[in-house]
């Protein structure tokens, strides 16, 4: 039945958490505190030198990881994280136990991110650096807007099925979707409107497409072994994240998705 | 003396400011009735989806000493207002009872119209004259009330059910109607971040008719061409938020045109022509005639809603998911909400927890309770296409176990 213990019923409340402290690492209770206050002591601890923040009962708070620097840094969720988690993040890890909410690595810039479960919708909105790694299903929108510059090359790597608009108005970085640990079999491996709108990077799908799923823009391809030699390393790193069998997952061939036009919209807002 | 300038409630709102909504819909299928906190700790959790210019909540079954009487939860702006209104009601109804809604202060909830509410019932030669059905005669009130009398409303209208609602933090408002205090097999909960219409006591969600209740976040495009559909049905949009005319369909597709729940939704939330090409011919055609004939009471714009009603909840998002919604299940509770940190707030350990496509709605149906909607989903075209054709035989009723 339903429980109704975990907290007052006012919701968060706004006091700072209590941070222990051991060695690099700092321990932080989240469990109703409001977003802010937990945000300011996970900067906090960072400023004192943790090397790891360790994050206990979160629930929904927002921003988590959000605008923070520093490559040596990680960041451990037990929980659902809210909204936007990892936004503008710089070079840390996040790591979740479970599954985590809309807008996770909004216009991220470097880091990585393993999410034990499931992601929502506008997963890496304008992504420009990183990598993100999910264990399950994705929701809409994953990967739109995405952008690289040089040797700045985003890559979200989903186990699962995706829905609608996968890699919509992409414009560059690599898209991975395998189609592994996926809640609902009878779903197709992707929704509609697949890269619709695409102009830049590469979208991998592990098996075959419905072409009528897929945005006029793209063409698509049999990723050859060109494209494996990409994929490799990003598949690698999935099945020793979340512990699958690295040989099988790329025995299926994938189907690859790329643009044949960079400027689709050329003619539509800037004369020829 | 002169009575002083009475403000005018229809009025725009100077600026507009751009955001999301919150929601929550919870039901025991078992119909085992719990607390409205339950309700309250779900959408506190979702404290900055809105802004504090509105939250509301409606429960189910909170009434069970008058389950036959229509509870009327009404706000006046003022006394003349009150005094119009119950002027209205003995005319038509037999007020079995007439009381001001429990409250306690809140610090925060400020401005509060004055809540009363009414058990009423239709006087049955009254009635009989009217040559309407009860639900209708109520309809007639409710907008008679709503289009007439300046400054009282009607906040839900229902039986064995209330909305509760007005300017705050939902958790604000769930503390100051006492909602700890009511229990309910079905609640639904809202935080309001008004974009485009004014943050008014009146404008909170949840809108209800009868026994359906909507709480919505998204914002309805088509409310101009939504409301002049059904002015011609007899259904006046007086409340200024585009989510009014969301809970008047519901009423006009499925208790009045009598659709099945599968067809309403497709009729708010219709497939695209593009998927419509690729139908096999039965089904092309039946989607078809149901654009055509329904094409008004298309919603356009971005939603995910949550309707509630005596039997069940329904959630529901538009064909391309521009708005959040998660659903999750443990034993005969389903819940839905914006974020499944609302649902994990409230439901330890959930059976499941999943995204519900786009367009494709979540029901939850209470044993036992009569199913106050025309036939169910999963019907084949055949079986669903009476009501756009018109063909009465060919419609059946198909029973869910």
């Known amino acids: 039945m339903m429980t109704t213990a975990t907290g007052p019923v006012e919701g968060y409340v706004k006091v700072a958490p209590t941070v222990t402290r051991e060695g690099d690492t700092a321990t932080i209770d989240g469990h109703g505190v409001y977003y802010r206050q937990l945000n300011e002591a ?17 629930n929904g708070q927002r921003y988590i990881g959000n605008g923070i620097t520093g490559k040596d840094l990680r960041i451990e969720i037990q929980g659902v994280p809210g909204g936007d988690m990892a936004m503008f993040m710089n070079g840390p890890t996040i790591v979740t136990d479970g599954s985590a909410q809309d807008g996770v ?33 994705v929701g809409y929108r994953v990967g ?44 197709p491996l992707v929704g509609p409107f697949c890269g619709s709108g695409m102009h830049g990077g590469v979208i991998y799908l592990r098996g075959e497409v419905n072409p009528q799923d897929v945005g006029k823009e793209c063409g698509i391809f049999t990723a050859d072994e060109q494209d494996i030699k990409v994929l490799r390393p990003i598949v690698e790193e999935w099945c020793a994240a979340f512990g699958d069998d690295f040989e099988d997952v790329l025995s299926q061939p994938f189907t690859k998705l790329v643009p044949v036009s960079h400027r689709p919209y050329g003619k539509l807002y800037a004369p020829m | 003396m002169t009575t002083p300038m009475r403000p005018a409630y229809s009025q725009e709102s100077p600026f507009k400011i751009h955001g999301g909504c919150g929601l929550v819909g919870i039901c025991d299928e078992s119909g085992t009735r719990f607390s409205g906190s339950v309700a309250i700790e779900a959408m506190a959790v979702q404290h900055d989806r809105g802004n504090g210019l509105g939250g509301g909540f409606a429960g189910y079954g909170i009434y069970p000493e008058f389950p036959d009487h229509f509870a009327f939860h009404m706000m006046y702006h003022d006394l003349q207002a009150k005094e119009e209104a119950e002027k209205l009601f003995d005319e038509y109804f037999q007020v079995d009872l007439a009381e001001p809604m429990p409250t306690r202060p809140v610090k925060g909830i400020t401005d509060a ?77 809202h935080n309001r971040f008004p974009t485009n219409t004014p943050g008014w006591w009146g404008g909170a969600h949840p809108f209800t008719l009868l026994d359906w209740s909507i709480v919505h976040n998204g914002e309805i495009s088509s409310y101009g061409i939504n409301s002049r559909y059904l002015e011609q049905f007899g259904y006046k949009c007086t ?39 690729r139908m096999g011919p039965e089904e092309a055609a039946l989607m078809t005639s149901l654009r055509a004939v329904y094409g008004p009471a298309l919603l356009n714009g971005p939603f995910a809603i949550v309707l509630g009603f005596n039997g069940g909840m329904v959630a ?73 054709t018109g063909v009465e035989a060919s419609c059946e009723i198909v029973e869910v176990a």
């Not at chain 2, 030669?125 to 059905?133: C, N």
């Open chain 1, 105 to 137: 690595a909004n216009t991220m810039n470097a880091g990585t991110i393993y999410i034990n479960g499931d992601a929502g919708d506008v997963l890496g909105y304008g992504m420009r650096g990183g990598r993100v790694f999910v264990r399950g299903d």
């Open chain 2, 113 to 189: 119209p004055l809540l009363w509410r009414y058990f009423l019932q239709p006087y049955p030669a009254k009635l009989e004259l009217s040559e309407l059905t009860p639900e209708d005669y109520v309809v007639h009130v409710v907008m008679l009330i709503n289009s007439t009398i300046d400054g009282a409303f009607v906040a839900s209208s229902g039986k064995n059910m209330g909305a509760f609602k007005g300017v705050g933090y939902p958790e604000q408002i769930g503390h100051y109607f006492l909602l700890e205090e009511y229990e309910g097999h079905t609640w639904v909960g």
């Open chain 2, 316 to 388: 529901l998002n538009d064909r391309i998911k521009l708005r959040p919604l998660v659903a999750a299940r443990k034993g005969s509770v389903l819940c839905v909400a914006s974020e499944e940190s609302a649902i994990r707030q409230i439901i330890s350990a959930p059976d499941a927890v999943w995204a519900p496509k786009a367009g494709e709605p979540v029901i939850a149906r209470i044993k036992g309770m009569d199913w106050p909607i025309h036939g169910d989903l999963h019907l084949a075209p055949s079986e669903i296409s009476c009501a756009v």
């Open chain 1, 144 to 187: 739109i807007h995405m952008k690289a510059f040089e040797n700045l090359i985003p890559i979200i790597c989903c186990g699962g099925n995706a829905r609608a608009f996968f890699g919509e108005y992409m414009a560059g970085g690599v898209l991975v979707l395998l189609g592994r640990n996926v809640q609902f079999a009878d779903q």
């Open chain 2, 239 to 277: 409340l200024g938020t585009d989510t009014e005319v969301a809970a008047y369909l519901f009423d006009l597709l499925l208790r009045r045109h009598k659709l099945p729940l599968a067809l309403a939704c497709k009729a708010l939330a219709s497939p695209l022509w593009e998927e419509i090409d």
């Open chain 1, 42 to 58: 996970v900067r906090g601890a960072f400023a004192d030198g943790a090397k790891t923040v360790k994050l206990g009962n979160i």
